[in-house]
């Protein structure tokens, strides 16, 4: 099982819908979560951190589901400007690594 | 605005000669850094963690010798593509940990073409 997966997409989605994408990792003892966003040719921006708790930030809401181990990432009333690839990132604070998905691609279709 | 600086943004050099990136935490103190590679389309590759005042660990496959690494203070780490070939043509991106807010921040990256 690869460290953190995620569906590659690309998730091809109408404008002002809903859309949820999943990331597993298979350590168990990652402790910090992360969901960043990643525009063509840029860089990886934080779009935000995952609590246990599940937090919500906007239109945007990230859970995280230790048992299962996953976390989540739900985009409500898509936009178009939201159209990029978002990235999960676990981190292992033991040995210290940080671990990338490899993205999934999201396209919000006018 | 950016609290990671990296510089340059664009450089092209010729097959053989080496390049220096720099990467700069400009809020905070950095004790790791952290330094990928892109190529097109596809993820982030760590290459190696940078550790100030030590040596960097790198991944498996990535060579040392031709990709250096320095943490010589808390808020700079740089990294020197020696002897550069075409392959090494990828953006390379670095980011560093804010420790006290848990939260890793990312370079602008650097595109590097060699010719």
């Known amino acids: 099982r690869k460290e953190v997966e995620q569906d590659p997409g690309p998730f091809n989605v109408p404008e002002g819908a809903t859309v949820a994408f999943n990331c597993t990792y298979s350590?168990?003892?990652?402790?910090?979560f992360f969901w960043y966003r990643q525009d063509c040719r840029k860089e990886p921006k934080l779009l935000m951190s995952?609590?246990?708790s599940g937090n919500e930030d906007g239109r945007f809401t990230a859970q995280l589901n230790r048992a299962s181990q996953y976390i989540s990432l739900l985009i409500r009333d898509s936009k178009l400007s939201d159209s990029a690839t978002y990235l999960c990132v676990v981190n292992t604070w033991g040995d210290d690594k940080i671990i990338f998905g490899k993205g999934t691609r999201l396209h919000i279709l006018p | 605005g950016a609290v990671v600086s990296q510089h340059p943004s664009r450089v092209i050099c010729k097959s053989g000669t080496s390049v220096k990136i720099e990467c700069r935490s400009l809020?905070?103190?950095?004790?790791?850094m952290f330094w990928y590679r892109q190529f097109p389309k596809q993820s982030l590759m760590l290459m190696a963690t940078?550790?100030?005042?030590?040596?960097?660990?790198?991944e498996q496959g990535v060579e040392k010798d031709k990709f250096l690494i320095n943490h010589a203070s808390l808020t700079l780490s740089t990294l020197t593509v020696t002897s550069a070939h075409p392959e090494d043509s990828s953006f390379y991106i670095c980011s560093a940990r804010d420790f006290s807010a848990g939260e890793l921040f990312f370079g602008e990256g650097s595109r590097l073409t060699v010719l």
């Open positions: 350590n168990s003892a990652s402790q910090s």
């Open positions: 940078s550790n100030e005042g030590s040596k960097a660990t790198y």
């Open positions: 809020d905070f103190q950095a004790t790791t």
């Open positions: 995952v609590y246990s």
